[in-house]
């Protein structure tokens, strides 16, 4: 049976049920829920219950015109275009008119328009409030009539007005001022920084000035966040299709892990797919990676420019030798491990592990270009041979920095740092030993000059011994410890060991009373090394008896008497030999004689009786 008009009409306003009039006013019925938290973290502010509704009586019995109601839509009257749509759509599901097509584009033409309100929404103007409540009071009643299984009803009203949400959000996004790298290097941070600016000051405003226009069950604060994250995230991938540089990556993983607005923190896990996440975070690492071999040469380079230019190396506030580029490639590592491990903890041990490694590689092309530069000082003048001794002590120091500085990674790059710590007490050994090997050629000429018949009558040998020795000294006073004493202990055995040696060589033979004159004079020289080194901090205190010891044996009267002093000499000299003692007599006296014999007789038995016995020193065995 043909339903009537008034019936129609009646089903019109029954659609329109969840509102009424009160006092002449539209209000909305108010519900168990008309308290309202408005967002996430603002939980405590009441909403003012907002009137979604028209009135009942204002639904045309006559429509206007198609032509009118587009004019309607065009023009922002949205209540006045649905009102006389409604009324269109009852004429023609009662057959007396025929206007389903015209209706559908009607309908399309004004969803389209209360979209693209939705999507402006940031202006918050107050026609755009007003135009907002028609859009929320549209979309409820298109939902009723969906949920009641009214025919023909267009479906999708919340999923297009998120989808305009997001557009609008999307938008904003847009507006945010976006430099090229080559107007500023630092285009990205900027950017990004101005990006959760902008983030925030929308979602502030969509707290303040938008919850007023939508019901509670809208969520509409929960869905701005929702749709700016998702936009945030589109945003984000696009720009990753930018980034290049170091920090550039660092921005962005920043930006990501620690600058995200805060109203969005919650969606943060999912902001970017985990596959670019990691894409940015291994192009990052990589960057660090590439970053930290052209710092190594340049390092490398500001050095080279110190030895050619000859420049005097910086001390520290103790008086300390010491160069930047160790330091500056502790701070360089310690700045990436601090960077990456905020990100995440296996990146920074990633790019220890590989600074480390790297160190490995330039340490041996440091020490080679090093050489390579500085060898032609020692063929200059004294003060460039000076130069030369400073930089190895320099590079002593600044590689014992290097080492303790290293120790905070020992624990998560174990291997890596054992590795290292090699190759850096390799090269600390070689820079010692080029030392060595230079103080060695200075001394040795005048070394060889001792215990003869010309050293016996001058010290002009032994002056040009002490004057290099107290250079050394003075030199090394610039070493730090521990690297400072084992030098000087190792000068100091060196210098004993090759004044003594001068003993075993049997190059000269005291007559008659000159054995006398050389033991004052063996003496007094011991005695003035051991002090020289005791002031360059040298431990090796078991050396000083010896010369002692020898120059009793060398100014002892007559042979027999000489057994007695071999005791305290074998017992702490047990490595000293038959030939050794043999070598000292004949400097004393090369003469042939039975007391001689009986001398070498009890040196043997106190040797057969102290057996093999392991001592803490050995010296003797070191003398050819």
């Known amino acids: 049976m043909e339903k009537s008009p008034t019936s129609n009409v009646k089903n019109i306003f029954r659609r329109f ?61 949205l209540k006045e275009a649905y009102l006389n749509l409604l009324s269109l759509e009852k004429l023609e599901k009662s057959a007396l008119v025929n206007k389903e097509k015209e209706i559908n584009l009607l309908y399309d033409a004004l969803r389209h328009k209360m979209f693209a309100i939705v999507q402006n929404s940031s202006d918050v103007t107050s026609h755009n409030k007003e ?14 009539r969906e949920r009641e299984g009214e025919p023909g009803v267009m479906q999708g009203w919340r999923e297009a007005w998120r989808d305009a949400v997001l557009n609008g959000v999307r938008d904003t996004l847009k507006k945010v001022p976006l430099d090229s790298s080559e107007q500023n290097t630092s285009w990205l941070a900027v950017h990004l920084g101005l990006l959760g ?12 000035e938008l919850l007023s226009s939508y019901p509670a069950d809208f969520n509409v604060f929960e869905t701005y966040v929702s749709c700016h994250h998702e936009a945030v995230g589109e945003h984000l991938k696009r720009l990753l299709e930018k980034v290049a540089e170091l920090n550039d990556y660092s921005a962005l993983l920043d930006f990501i892990m620690h600058s995200y607005p805060s109203d969005l923190q919650a969606h943060k896990k999912d902001l970017i797919m985990e596959e670019d996440l990691n894409k940015i975070k291994t192009s990052y690492c990589h960057c660090h990676k ?12 500001l050095e080279t420019e110190v030895w050619k230019k ?3 190396p910086e001390r520290t506030e103790d008086g300390f030798l010491t160069s930047k580029i160790h330091m500056d490639i502790c701070e360089l590592i310690a700045g990436y491990a601090g960077n990456l491990e905020k990100i995440d903890e296996n990146l920074g041990k990633s790019v220890v592990s590989f600074c480390l490694d790297e160190l490995n590689q330039f340490y041996p092309r440091f020490e080679k270009e090093f050489s390579q530069h ?29 080492k303790e500085n290293l120790q905070c990674y020992k624990e998560s790059c174990s291997a890596q740092v054992e590795k290292l710590e090699k190759e850096v007490d390799g090269l600390t050994l070689r820079l010692k030993q080029t030392l060595m090997d230079h103080f060695k050629s200075e001394v040795k000429p005048y070394m060889d000059g001792m215990m003869t018949k010309k050293w016996l009558k001058t010290d002009e040998d032994f002056k040009e011994v002490i004057s290099r020795v107290e250079n050394f000294s003075g030199l ?60 360059m901090g040298s431990s090796l205190k078991w050396l000083y008896p010896l010369g002692n010891y020898l120059s009793d044996i060398i100014g002892m009267e007559t042979e027999k008497n000489i057994k007695d002093l071999l005791n305290p000499l074998v017992s702490n000299y047990p490595d000293i030999s ?13 003469g042939f004689s039975l007391e001689k014999h009986n001398v070498i007789n009890h040196f043997t038995a106190l040797k057969r009786d102290a057996g093999n016995t392991n001592h803490e020193h050995s010296f003797f065995t070191d003398i050819e």
């Open 17 to 77: 049920s969840i509102f009424r009039k009160s006092d002449g006013h539209i209000k909305k019925t108010p519900s168990r829920r008309s308290i309202k938290k408005l967002s996430l973290e603002d939980k405590d502010k009441e909403v003012t219950p907002q009137k979604f509704e028209f009135k009942a009586k204002e639904i045309p019995l006559k429509p206007c015109s198609v032509l009118q109601i587009k004019t309607y839509i065009e023009t922002d009257m």
């Open 131 to 144: 135009q907002l409540v028609y859009v929320v009071t549209i979309i409820l009643e298109e939902e009723k």
């Open 197 to 208: 600016k902008a983030v925030g000051e929308d979602l502030e405003r969509v707290k303040t």
């Open 290 to 301: 590439e970053e930290f071999k052209l710092k190594l040469e340049n390092f490398r380079t």
């Open 310 to 312: 000859k420049k005097s």
């Open 374 to 402: 500085t060898v032609s000082l020692l063929t200059s003048d004294l003060l460039d041979c000076c130069l030369w001794v400073e930089y190895h002590i320099t590079y002593i120091n600044s590689l014992s920095s290097l």
């Open 476 to 535: 090394c006073k610039s070493m730090r410890a521990p690297s400072a004493q084992i030098f000087a202990n190792d000068l100091h055995y060196y210098v004993a060991k090759e004044y003594v040696s001068q003993l075993m060589k049997k190059k000269y033979s005291c007559k008659k009373t000159k054995n006398e004159d050389a033991a004052i004079k063996l003496k007094e020289q011991w005695n003035e090394l051991g002090k020289l080194f005791v002031e």
């Open 578 to 590: 038959k030939k050794q003692l043999s070598a000292v007599l004949s400097f004393r006296d090369n």
